[in-house]
């Protein structure tokens, strides 16, 4: 489980929750090429956008 991970480990979050189920139209390698982004937007002005893929989170999806 991710989340309990993510507590563990610097600059980590976990997001969810979200199931997706494996077919023929959806594989391993579709979930490392997707790309996520954040936006946090604070009350003073702040703004922090930035984007990446799940590919080059430092753990391999197929083991979490």
Not at 24 to 43: K, M
Request: glycine share 10%; net charge positive; charged share 25%.
């Amino acid at each position: 489980m991710l989340l309990g991970r993510a507590k563990d480990n610097n600059a980590s979050a976990a997001l969810g929750p979200m199931i997706r189920l494996f077919d023929a139209g959806f594989t391993l390698e579709d979930v490392r090429r997707a790309e996520l982004s954040l936006t946090i937007t604070g009350r003073n002005g702040f703004e922090l956008a930035a984007s990446g893929t799940v590919g080059a989170i430092s753990r391999d999806p197929r083991h979490q």
